[in-house]
């Protein structure tokens, strides 16, 4: 993993995702967690002052190490213990059913195989447990899915292989989830081409 990667994305992503709607975003998303958590793509730890008193540990997992050094400071912070492992959604190291929970916040869009980081997903949540997302991705208007196919290279150039051309409420419910909240919508600030987003809670079927 290169110098980009590992120092001057993470600085970049850091600044760039911290912002007062994104944190909106994550406090409404995280209230509903409970038990054992595991965090996809723990990043720099934006996340981790919003995890409620319900949830008992959470482990992160983030393929990028150069994310440790930011993320340490918002894990000793945080009002819950989390443990950062480094590892790739694609192998997820949990067993069977050993999480109440699992979140990804704008990860999928990042993975290598979103299908089978889906599939983790489900093989780590117990019977009952929830999958709490927040993602951006294809949008289902013709006009701006237009503009996200013709620049989706450029943005995985600059952004760490971020795709815009994910279907993300199709690829969930195809991995067998089924939505019990949430919707698709755009975010205030930014291109309508990469802020068609998808939020909610999901469950197994």
Same mark, same amino acid.
């Given at each position: ?19 007062? *709607? ?5 406090? *409404? ?26 949830? *008992? ?11 440790? #050094?930011?993320?340490? #400071? ?23 059913a050993s999480f109440d929970c699992v979140v990804t916040f704008l990860v999928l869009c990042t993975v290598s195989d979103l299908d089978q980081t ?16 927040? *993602? ?67 469950? #197994?079927?």
């Amino acid at each position: 993993m290169g110098f980009y990667k590992r120092t001057v994305l993470p600085f970049f992503m850091d600044k760039m995702m911290d912002t007062a *709607e994104l944190n909106g975003q994550r406090k *409404e998303l995280l209230a509903s967690a409970r038990g054992r958590v595991l965090e996809v793509g723990f990043g720099t730890g934006l996340n981790a002052p919003f995890f409620p008193a319900a949830v *008992e540990r959470v482990v992160g997992i983030d393929p990028n190490d150069g994310v440790q #050094k930011r993320a340490a #400071k918002r894990i000793a912070a945080a009002p819950v213990p989390i443990e950062l492992r480094t590892a790739a959604g694609e192998r997820l190291p949990a067993d069977d059913a050993s999480f109440d929970c699992v979140v990804t916040f704008l990860v999928l869009c990042t993975v290598s195989d979103l299908d089978q980081t889906l599939a983790e997903i489900s093989r780590v949540l117990k019977p009952g447990g929830r999958y709490l997302l927040f *993602e951006h991705g294809l949008c289902g208007d013709p006009q701006v899915s237009k503009w996200q196919h013709r620049l989706n290279g450029l943005q995985q150039c600059l952004f760490g292989g971020c795709q815009l051309t994910r279907p993300v409420r199709k690829s969930v419910e195809r991995a067998g989830f089924k939505f019990e909240t949430g919707h698709d919508f755009f975010l205030e600030k930014g291109p309508r081409f990469g802020t068609f987003c998808t939020t909610g809670s999901a469950s #197994k079927q």
